[in-house]
Nanobody, 127 residues
Framework: QVQLVESGGGSVEAGGSLRLSCAPS????????MAWFRQAPGKQLDVIAA???????TYTDSVKGGITISKDNAKNTLYLEMNSLKPEDTDTYYC?????????????????????WGQGTQVTVSS
């Protein structure tokens, strides 16, 4: 059974940093692309970044900088490093995996490409 468990969210002041983690299980970790998304209450999911099985990364155009997706294969963990946080970064953040395709490069930034999701971790940035 595929499971994704996010952690690392919390409350920070504007300008601060957070590193979100995602611990997957139930599938061959290194084989598939993974991604991070964010969602505000009542709004659609917005993609942030994706990483392929070979660690090729893709970021959505709206990401200005200060955000890095990475993974530690030894720890089977996906990360999202966020710096210089702003109040508008307040959202629930989700990790996801696409086990239906093998993305060696150019992992998808489409919500529809990902078939398993974590439960989300809340990030709150105060001004």
């Amino acid at each position: 059974q595929v499971q994704l468990v996010e952690s690392g969210g919390g409350s920070v002041e504007a300008g601060g940093s957070l590193r979100l983690s995602c611990a997957p299980s139930g599938y061959t970790y290194n084989k598939y692309a993974m991604a991070w998304f964010r969602q505000a209450p009542g709004k659609q999911l917005d993609v942030i970044a994706a990483i392929s099985s070979t660690e090729t990364t893709t970021y959505t155009d709206s990401v200005k900088g200060g955000i890095t997706i990475s993974k530690d294969n030894a720890k089977n963990t996906l990360y999202l490093e966020m710096n210089s946080l702003k109040p508008e970064d307040t959202d629930t953040y989700y990790c996801a995996v696409d086990t239906d395709h093998i993305w060696v490069v150019n992992p998808s930034l489409s919500v529809d490409a990902y078939n398993y999701w974590g439960q989300g971790t809340q990030v709150t940035v105060s001004s």
